[in-house]
């Protein structure tokens, strides 16, 4: 069964860097086919998707926050990460990691972490 | 960006209820659309893909249709544990995006 598990501070100042990462069991990120993704969500707010990426390192972004999101990966440990930079109070959200399946029209999100919450303040 | 709207923002029902949400995308996507349930606290789970693939493991009782710009989710007889939010996203293009919710309460 696969699993995910998100772990780094749930306390980040403003201006600063919030860093993420993600455990992947059950599976390796190298053997599949699959994109390896993060996902946020604003207390009592929809979701917004962040970025994803491939094990070859491979990666696509949200515009409205390309210029400070960095997606890697790590198949050795099999975990992939997320920096977000310079983040303010708006950052403050459940931040989800999950695995991206499927092509074309299949594509979705079928494994999710359980989320960890990040709150951006001084 | 493609922007998807949901309605209704929240509905009540009785369990054993017919139940049926609205997705909209502002521009056509094909079948490029899924449905997500989330209960309070937890990661969300994909119901539907491609518009009406049921996901491995989901009740039947759960169905999707549309194509284009507009999409239904059907819940053919509710049950207590269907008391959640439900949120379609967009596949077509990215950004990957996803509609502000359906919250189904209870009657």
């Known amino acids: 069964q696969l699993q995910l598990q998100e772990s780094g501070p749930g306390l980040v100042k403003p201006s600063e860097t919030l860093s993420l990462t993600c455990t992947v069991s059950g599976d390796s990120i190298s053997s599949s086919s699959d994109y390896w993704g993060w996902i946020r969500q604003p207390p009592g707010k929809g979701l917004e998707w962040i970025g994803s990426?491939?094990?070859?390192?491979?990666?696509y972004y949200n515009p409205s926050l390309n210029s400070r999101v960095t997606i890697s990966v790590d198949t050795s440990k099999n975990q992939f990460s997320l920096k977000l930079s310079s983040v303010t109070a708006a950052d403050t959200a459940v931040y989800y990691c999950?695995?991206?399946?499927?092509?074309?029209?299949?594509?979705?999100?079928?494994?999710w972490g359980q989320g960890t919450l990040v709150t951006v303040s001084s | 960006d493609i922007q998807m709207t949901q309605s209704p923002s929240s509905l009540s029902a009785s369990v054993g209820d017919r139940v049926t949400m609205t997705c909209r995308a502002s521009q056509s996507i094909s079948n490029y659309l899924n449905w997500y349930q989330q209960k309070p606290g937890k990661a969300p789970k994909v119901l539907i893909y491609?518009?009406?693939s049921l996901q491995s493991g989901v009740p039947s009782r759960f169905s999707g249709s549309g194509s284009g710009t507009e999409f239904t989710l059907t819940i053919s007889s509710l049950q207590p544990e269907d008391f959640a939010t439900y949120y379609c996203q967009q596949t077509y293009s990215s950004p990957r995006t996803f509609g502000q919710g359906t919250k189904v309460e209870i009657k």
């Open positions: 990426i491939y094990y070859s390192g491979s990666t």
């Open positions: 491609a518009a009406s």
């Open positions: 999950a695995r991206r399946t499927g092509i074309a029209a299949g594509d979705r999100f079928d494994y």
